[in-house]
């Protein structure tokens, strides 16, 4: 039976991004045939732009699922470089963030994590900065917002390859999951 509810998938592919960093990947591999260059130069940038190239084609020709949401709940992908799928179901998410990193680096990569309900609780720490944290959840945020976080887990995967649909996410958990958050801080 068919009740309007669609999974959202996404996959690992050859998208714009996959193509410029193959592309970059193969003028790197270009750059040590220029005539002239010293032997230690040209095989790093061979070897480096071999690795590379090599990298970004497994991964985009795998066409592993990189996130799932369904009725089961969310499932972060894993890559052929070891990093494993992770279901967390339904009841175990309070949450699920979209963000990028600080433009503090020359690639920007944006990350989506699921807080799972299930952690256990931090320790009580004596970080000024935690401190600080702790004083102002408790002047501007809602008591039972920060309680419904408190003692969770984030696990993240970085979107490398890969880019999510922020309307279709959204209308995946509004259908399966509408208790759950979803904190969007993309730039």
Request: positive net charge; aromatic residues 10%.
């Amino acid at each position: 039976m068919d009740d309007g509810r669609r999974v959202y998938e996404v996959r690992y592919g050859w998208n714009a991004q996959a193509v410029k960093g193959a592309l970059l990947c193969l003028l790197f591999l270009g750059l040590a045939f220029v005539p002239g260059s010293p032997g230690w130069a040209a095989a790093v940038l061979g070897v480096m732009g071999a690795i590379l190239f090599s990298g970004i084609a497994l991964l985009a020709c795998s066409r592993r699922v990189a996130l799932r949401v369904g009725p089961e709940g969310v499932m972060l992908g894993g890559t052929p470089f070891g990093i494993r799928a992770e279901l967390t179901e339904w009841p175990e998410v309070a949450s699920i963030e979209l963000w990028t990193e600080p433009p503090h680096r020359m690639v920007k990569t944006s990350y989506i994590g699921v807080r799972h309900k299930n952690g256990s609780a931090p320790l009580p720490g004596s970080s000024p900065a935690l401190r600080q944290i702790d004083e102002y959840l408790a002047e501007h945020v809602p008591a039972g917002f920060v309680e419904a976080f408190s003692g969770t887990v984030l696990s993240s995967r970085g979107m490398v390859l890969w880019r999510v649909d922020r309307a279709r996410l959204k209308a995946t958990l509004r259908a399966f999951a509408p208790e759950v958050y979803l904190f969007d801080h993309l730039d």
